[in-house]
Every structure is written in structure tokens, then in C-alpha cells.
């Protein structure tokens, strides 16, 4: 079992970034391939970005591609967000959590476990 805890997130202005942390628990954390998801208010959590447990493949959605980049220490037990030219609809809040199986990057929902707390992010206009 994996137990994972977002950190990082804030308020901040459009145009600037932030990097989001999730940190996991467990010894068996860089067997899986991580994702990350975000929620806004009044909307369904959506996919944002996945990477594989060797750090080979890395997936995003559309709406992140060239502005987010994921990345991964295995030796840390931490998967990073860094977010950069951030827009105000990115405000949601953000999830880590871990894909339940082996095979190829997932953008689902279901296919994916553990899931932390969140942290908010705010963009201002």
C-alpha cells in the first residue's frame, strides 16, 4: 500500500509557476507509474499529467502540454509538478495518486489508487 501527501500548491499570478511535491510512503513507491490530476470547483477531476516508473515515459493533457513537465526521484519517494506559465484555469485543486497497473500510461480516472488530499491552486487574473 502506498500512501501519498501533495504539497506546494498556493496563490500566484498569472504568467508566473509553481511546483507541486508528492511525496509517498511505502516501499514499493517506484514500482508504480504516477499521475497527476486536478479538480475545480463545480467540475470532474481531469487528468493533467502520468509518468512511468522509470521516468521512460511521460504523458499530458492538451491543455498543460508545453507549460507543466513531470518528473520523479525514486530515491525520495517523490513525484514533482512544475508548472510554469500558469493560467487562471488552472486554478483546481491538485491530486497525485498512483496507477493501479503495469502497462501504458493511463489518463482515467479509475485506473489510478491512492490518492492524497490535494493542494489548491490559485491563479489570479
Known amino acids: 500500500q502506498v500512501q501519498v501527501e501533495e504539497s506546494g500548491g498556493g496563490l500566484v499570478q498569472a504568467g508566473g509557476s509553481l511546483r507541486l511535491s508528492c511525496a509517498a510512503s511505502?516501499?514499493?513507491?517506484?514500482?508504480?507509474?504516477m499521475g497527476w490530476f486536478r479538480q475545480a470547483p463545480g467540475k470532474e477531476r481531469e487528468f493533467v499529467a502520468a509518468i512511468s516508473w522509470s521516468e521512460t515515459s511521460t504523458y499530458y493533457a492538451d491543455s498543460v502540454k508545453d507549460r507543466f513537465t513531470i518528473s520523479r526521484d525514486n530515491s525520495k519517494n517523490t513525484v514533482f509538478l512544475q508548472m510554469n506559465k500558469l493560467k487562471p484555469e488552472d486554478t483546481a485543486v491538485y491530486y497525485c495518486?498512483?496507477?493501479?497497473?503495469?502497462?501504458?500510461?493511463?489518463?482515467?480516472?479509475?485506473?489510478?489508487?491512492?490518492w492524497g488530499q490535494g493542494t489548491q491552486v490559485t491563479v489570479s487574473s
Open positions: 495518486a498512483t496507477q493501479k497497473r503495469l502497462g501504458p500510461l493511463s489518463t482515467r480516472r479509475y485506473e489510478y489508487a491512492n
Open positions: 511505502g516501499r514499493t513507491f517506484s514500482n508504480y507509474a
